[in-house]
């Protein structure tokens, strides 16, 4: 038998695969692990009849991992999947993510029960102390106080809690390493016309571009109609944000003495970074 180096039935390439198979439900990949490791596994035992026991013994110890993979991936799904509704279980997908302006990888990942343990929250408390995001964000909301390590446990349950009710989806941005770099969010479950959210470290920058594609993305699979957001007027960067993502500007209005522009993206417009 030939030993292909990339997967003929298959137009990808193997990095491509590798983001579609973690973009399967986790029983789905549960069930792949397990025939992976069964193949590898078999392939073991015929490398040892035939006496090539370093071979095997490889071969057998990757299979048991990957086993092993599979069993966690099972568990993922039992912590999942009584929460999940079906808008959020079809927006529950990972993505990868590029910097556009260093080309360093980044994941766009739900911040669910089953990611909750991945997630540092003081990475999520020296993010919103940024100077930009604390004070557009969350300067009203704590007082003028330091946004606390109680804040951010307190958006982590509600990120959370949002995916379990169906109510909203928070996804964080995570680096290479897995640190949060960032997050966006859409705000209901209504599908014809829903509010998005963001805010991404300076240490990042070059990333939400890309991440609000990617979300339009699975929001058009997920079958919203629209997505908008709120834009202070002097918010330039967060305009161009969505400019750069195929959203244009309409009607203008006014909360609480504050001028927003509403930005918005219907499911037809193609979300392509400029
Ligand atoms: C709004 C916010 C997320 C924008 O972050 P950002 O780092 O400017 O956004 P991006 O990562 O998309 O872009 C950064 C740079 O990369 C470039 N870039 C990003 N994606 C790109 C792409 N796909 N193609 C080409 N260039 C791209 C941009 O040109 C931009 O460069 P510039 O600043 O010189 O114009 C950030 O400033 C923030 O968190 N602000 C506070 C919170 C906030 O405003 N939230 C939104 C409320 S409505």
Redesign the pocket.
Known sequence: MTHETTVTRYAGTLTELAADLGDLRYDALATFLQDLSAKIDRDGRADAGRGRKKLAASLHACAAHLADAARETQTAWQISEPFMSPVAERLAKRRPLSN??TGVKYELGPADAANRMETDPTTVVSICNEP??YD??FAERCTGKPYAPADAERFLAWAERGWHDGTHFVYLIRSDSGEVA?AVDIKSANLPSAEI????S?RH??????AVCALCEVARGTGYAELF????QT?I??A??LR?AGFTPGETLTKNGIRYDRWAIVSHDRAT??
Not at 197 to 200: A, D, K, M, N
């Open positions: 556009a302006r930009p995001i557009l964000l960032g959210g963001y805010w991404l300076a920058s070059g990333v939400m571009t890309n957001g709120l834009v202070r918010n960067r967060s161009n944000v750069r970074p400029g």
